[in-house]
């Protein structure tokens, strides 16, 4: 059984999502003990605590450079014997120091088919946004392995969504939160605590 701290900055539709699927015992590898928080308003914060899981908030603001702070988020993901992070809607950039402490054990749930519309500043909307401006077709959501570039990690699972005609940013995230990210994010993380608990994942 793996620890999974999972971290935050806004509404945590994902986290729900991950709580969700964790009492259907999709994730029998897996046990959300932690939930970071990149702000303290995060209604992520209220859906951890209704479900009484543990939480904590970790400002990048309240640090005077990302050393700092990548060092602050190790110490508290270890104070918790975490083995796995999940990162749902969470906006804080991680440095080094983080990556290379949970090498190939940290993944991200990006709103859209990687590598269309990701990397910086593609985050939230705005990714919709630049969907919808392009005109593509189909958009989806991508889960993935989280390195030192950007959304440039290995892809683990992807899920294509259609645009659909009067589509707005709002409506197409929606869709694309409720038809792929809330599946792709709980199946993923269960495939890593798997390998994790197998050992596979050295
Ligand atoms: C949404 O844009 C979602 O597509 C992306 O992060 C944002 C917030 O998600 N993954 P959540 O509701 O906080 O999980």
Not at 139 to 156: C, F, K, Q, S, Y
Not at 162 to 187: F, K
Request: charged share 25%; with cysteine; aromatic share 4%.
């Amino acid at each position: 059984m793996r620890n999974i701290a999972v971290m935050v900055s806004g509404g945590g539709t994902n986290l729900q999502a991950l709580i969700d699927a964790e009492k259907a015992g999709k994730i029998p590898h897996g046990k959300i003990t932690l939930v970071v928080a990149s702000n303290d308003s995060a209604y992520a914060l209220e859906r951890a605590e209704n479900n009484g899981i543990e939480t904590v908030v970790v400002k990048r603001k309240a640090y005077e450079n990302q050393d700092a702070f990548d060092k602050a988020i190790v110490e508290t993901l270890h104070a918790h014997n975490i083995d796995m992070v999940v990162l749902a809607g969470y906006l804080s950039i991680l440095g080094e120091t983080v990556i290379q402490a949970y090498r190939d054990r940290i993944i991200n749930i990006h709103p859209s088919l990687i590598p269309s519309f990701c990397g910086k500043g593609f985050y939230g909307l705005k990714v919709h946004e630049a969907a919808l401006a392009r005109g593509v077709k189909v958009t989806g959501a991508t889960v993935h392995l989280v390195n030192e570039i950007p959304d440039g990690g290995r892809i683990l699972k992807q899920k294509a969504v259609y645009i659909e005609d009067g589509d707005t940013a709002e409506t197409l995230q929606r869709r694309v939160m409720e038809q792929a990210e809330w599946i792709l994010l709980p199946e993923a993380c269960e495939d890593i605590a798997k390998q994790l608990d197998e050992g596979e994942n050295k």
